[in-house]
């Protein structure tokens, strides 16, 4: 039972679970679809509340499986290390408009140019913060009963400033 269901009376429910009877009685699975969504559109225009919504969501379900399939149409397979690994193939570039997603075989020189330098500058601050992180788990290390880096800086009376500049 989804979350409209659940908020629909039980008399709403038996009411819908005879329209689901009833468009379900014939025809292949996309003919009964159809005359669900007529006789949701029925029950909508009679005043049944529960059917709005339950049409909402049907055309909510609907957007959200044609956008998990733009955004998988927008990888791409590309051969790494051997290994063959799906990457993203667009990327945000700067236009009069602000940030747009651009498909990289459509993106200039210049484009391509400057997402390189941008993705290259996250990677170099994920390394750092890897590297923070790889300090702070020696320092944890060094005091195995400290649960946190503050509480092994502690126990090991150092400053923890000074011991990740160290």
Same mark, same amino acid.
Not at 49 to 73: E, N, T
Not at 107 to 124: P, Y
């Given at each position: 039972m989804n979350d409209?269901?659940?908020?629909?009376?039980p008399e709403e429910r038996e009411e819908y679970a005879q329209i689901l009877k009833e468009a379900t009685s014939t025809g292949s699975t996309g003919a009964q679809a159809s005359r669900l969504q007529c006789l949701l559109v029925d029950a909508d225009q009679a005043g049944r509340?529960?059917? $709005?919504?339950?049409?909402?969501?049907? !055309?909510?379900?609907?957007?959200?499986?044609?956008?998990?399939?733009?955004?998988?149409?927008l990888r791409e397979a590309v051969s790494?290390?051997?290994t063959t690994v799906l990457k993203p193939r667009a990327g945000a570039v700067t236009t009069e408009a602000g940030f747009q997603q651009k498909l990289f075989r459509f993106?200039?020189?210049?484009?391509?140019?400057?997402? $390189?330098?941008?993705?290259?500058?996250? !990677?170099?601050a994920a390394s750092q913060t890897i590297e923070q992180i790889n300090r702070y788990l020696e320092l944890l290390s060094q005091a195995p009963s400290a649960e946190t880096p503050d509480v092994a800086a502690r126990v090991l009376g150092v400053d923890i400033e000074q011991w990740l500049a160290s």
């Open positions: 409209i269901q659940r908020a629909m009376t509340r529960w059917a $709005r919504w339950l049409l909402d969501g049907y !055309q909510h379900q609907g957007a959200m499986k044609d956008i998990r399939s733009y955004h998988k149409r790494w290390n051997g993106m200039t020189q210049t484009e391509l140019v400057e997402h $390189r330098r941008m993705i290259s500058q996250q !990677q170099t």
